[in-house]
Nanobody
Framework: QVQLVESGGGLVQAGGSLRLSCAAS????????MTWYRQAPGKQRELVAT???????NYADSVKGRFTISRDNAKNTVYLQMNSLKPEDTAAYYC??????????????WGQGTQVTVSS
């Protein structure tokens, strides 16, 4: 069994910063790509940023230059540093990971989500 637990969400004023964390735990052998998604009310879930096991990042155009994804492979943890936040960044943020368990089987896992609210 594998769990992804996000933390770090909250309420912040426009222009402020937040750092999200997502820690994976359980019967993990390896983790491939780790990704942050977000979903605002009434909208579809969208990819925010992703990072490979080799630490290669990729970003949605809407967050490039403002958000930074990073990863600590030893801790099975992915981070999302969010700077210059805008009200349109308000959403529930979800962590996603491609995990190979100790049985060498690959599964997709999602975290429970953490709310980010940016006030104008």
């Amino acid at each position: 069994q594998v769990q992804l637990v996000e933390s770090g969400g909250g309420l912040v004023q426009a222009g402020g910063s937040l750092r999200l964390s997502c820690a994976a735990s359980g019967t993990i052998f390896s983790i491939n790509t780790m990704t942050w998604y977000r979903q605002a009310p009434g909208k579809q879930r969208e990819l925010v940023a992703t990072i490979t096991s080799g630490l290669r990042p990729n970003y949605a155009d809407s967050v490039k230059g403002r958000f930074t994804i990073s990863r600590d492979n030893a801790k099975n943890t992915v981070y999302l540093q969010m700077n210059s936040l805008k009200p349109e960044d308000t959403a529930a943020y979800y962590c996603y990971a491609e995990v190979q368990t100790v049985s060498r089987t690959w599964y997709d896992y999602w975290g429970q989500g953490t709310q980010v609210t940016v006030s104008s």
